[in-house]
């Protein structure tokens, strides 16, 4: 592992739980950490809800994008946190990866993505205390 931790936070269309995983742990791990999040097959746009539940906490993706997950995100990755996309993302031998099996926030109401959002808030906080990236 790099002196900071490189994590890919991976799903099928990357417009909403992969989005909110890199988004905390931009915002948690600040300088000492490298975040992609990136998608195998990425949709048009981010999730509507997804990008409210992100502003209540007082993130704002607006600016983020959905974005096509390249060879090199992969390859520069420490660990690989898929979420929900099963044989659809490609698997890179000696990687560390992490499945998170989280609900799926497409068409899902405000309530139900907030409940994602803080399970995903959770799962980011363990995964950079446990990689020594948490900031203070």
């Not at 959905?66 to 890179?92: F, H, N, S, W």
Request: proline share 5%; charged share 25%.
């Amino acid at each position: 592992m790099s002196d900071r931790p490189h994590i890919l936070f991976l799903c099928v269309h990357n417009a909403g739980r992969s989005q909110m995983g890199a988004a905390f742990a931009r915002e948690l791990g600040t300088n000492r950490v490298v975040v992609y999040s990136a998608g195998s097959a990425p949709g048009e746009t981010l999730n509507r809800a997804v990008v409210a539940a992100m502003d209540e906490v007082g993130i704002d993706i607006t600016d983020e994008s959905p974005k096509k997950l390249t060879d090199q995100m992969a390859r520069d990755a420490d660990v690989i946190i898929t979420m929900g996309c099963g044989d659809e993302c490609p698997y890179y031998p000696g990687k560390r990866y992490d499945d998170w099996e989280l609900t799926d926030p497409a068409g899902q109401p405000l309530e139900v993505v907030r409940g994602v959002r803080d399970d995903i808030k959770r799962r980011v906080s363990e995964l950079l205390h446990e990689l020594g990236a948490l900031a203070q």
